[in-house]
């Protein structure tokens, strides 16, 4: 059975560099979101929502593959804004990865529950930290939007978006690729 994958990426400043992805409580919470015959699958792939459980992926931060994803994702923010202030076709679970940073290094987010309101942006976080101390899980924070690192949302109970995970399938079991790719609208 997968072992769920969180929306972590860590870099440690000093002894060793190293970004640590992982996505997924913040699909615990879009299975809210999932029609019924995906929601099976989805708890065949996340069993559990602790990051204690987490499997933690280590991708190096000159990897060109995932800086490439990230800037993918950037460059495509404005899709992402688009259907974010005017969902069409039932997109939802609107989500989005950051880097977050203080005296103990960085990590990466992902935060839910996104606002968009007189130029400044809002999410609340949705993993445990592993790095850094100045956030915790649940909190609201501002989001920098130079700081946003991936994006994604659930449109028609398919995954748009969160192209950092793509990065990772090289790393994962066939079958594992093969589950997380039935639940993406662009595999």
Aim: aromatic residues 10%; proline residues 6%.
């Amino acid at each position: 059975m997968p072992q769920p994958v969180s929306g972590r990426s860590t870099f440690t400043s000093g002894v060793s560099n190293f970004f640590e992805f992982t996505d997924t409580t913040v699909f615990m919470k879009l299975l809210n979101h999932i029609p019924p015959i995906f929601l099976s699958l989805g708890l065949l792939v996340f069993p559990a929502c602790s990051s204690k459980q987490d499997k933690i992926i280590s991708v190096k931060p000159d990897d060109a593959e995932m800086n490439a994803a990230i800037a993918r994702a950037r460059a495509s923010l404005p899709q992402f804004w688009e259907v974010f202030g005017n969902p069409a076709h039932g997109e939802k679970g609107f989500s989005l990865k950051v880097r977050l940073t203080d005296k103990h290094g960085s990590e990466h987010f992902w935060l839910t529950d996104i606002e968009r309101k007189d130029g400044q942006l809002h999410g609340i976080v949705n993993n445990d930290p592993d790095i850094v101390k100045n956030v915790k899980l649940g909190q609201l924070i501002a989001i920098p939007e130079a700081d946003i690192s991936d994006w994604m949302y659930m449109r028609e109970g398919k995954m748009v978006g969160n192209y950092t995970l793509r990065v990772l399938f090289k790393s994962m079991p066939a079958n594992e690729v093969k589950q997380y790719k039935a639940m993406m609208a662009e595999p």
